[in-house]
T-cell receptor, first 111, second 119 residues
């Protein structure tokens, strides 16, 4: 069965430090891959997506993600986090007419 | 463009009462989704509409939940009677069809959600 795993329930990072959020998936074919962000009290907003082509994709707010087929991963990165990046981040895989969602990783920013 | 509108933002009810949530999608978005998001979990799809037809309602607890999308625009999600475990945020999202057969490629725009507390 298809699944998405975000191994880290929460991550704490100092402001200005780099960030990597992990996402692993299980899917038989080439997936459509997404990262969404949910700020407190808000709905989810698309950060970036991968459908095909260059495996390093750029998104909004300075985020990027890299698709690694051999590792079934789609990790999200940012070189320098800002306090406004504190939010919950969800990885999702597009599969057969629907999205399969990870459980999310909560990002906490230390001043 | 205007975003996805949802109301009410917050609702507190007692178990066995009923509640209804309303969603107005982005103009022109044919596909509308209702998700349930329990604290600490990812969104769970309850129902997906394409225009005013149901594409997927396999995870909708049909004994107590119902949803409709009259005229292919606004949608209402109803819970009757509510249980304690229905406490969650109900998210509405909409999208353009992605084309082809892969609905999984749809990019969703979400509303701010309706937070339900069942006491």
């Amino acid at each position: 069965a298809q699944s998405v795993t975000q191994p880290d329930i929460h991550i704490t990072v100092s402001e200005g430090a780099s960030l990597e959020l992990r996402c692993n998936y299980s899917y038989g074919a080439t997936p459509y891959l997404f990262w969404y962000v949910q700020s407190p009290g808000q709905g989810l907003q698309l950060l970036l997506k991968y459908f095909s082509g260059d495996t390093l994709v750029q998104g909004i707010k300075g985020f990027e993600a890299e698709f690694k087929r051999s590792q079934s991963s789609f990790n999200l990165r940012k070189p320098s986090v800002h306090w406004s990046d504190a939010a919950e981040y969800f990885c999702a895989v597009g599969s057969n007419y629907q999205l399969i969602w990870g459980a999310g990783t909560k990002l906490i920013i230390k001043p | 463009e205007a975003g996805v509108a949802q109301s009410p933002r917050y609702k507190i009810i007692e178990k066995r009462q009923s509640v209804a949530f309303w969603c107005n999608p982005i103009s022109g978005h044919a596909t509308l989704y209702w998700y349930q998001q329990i604290l600490g979990q990812g969104p769970k799809l309850l129902i997906q509409f394409q225009n005013n037809g149901v594409v997927d309602d396999s995870q909708l607890p049909k004994d107590r939940f119902s949803a409709e999308r009259l005229k292919g625009v606004d949608s209402t999600l109803k819970i009757q009677p509510a249980k304690l475990e229905d406490s969650a945020v109900y998210l509405c999202a909409s999208s353009l069809p992605s084309g082809g057969t892969w609905g999984g490629a749809n990019v969703l725009t979400f509303g701010a959600g309706s937070r339900l507390t069942v006491l």
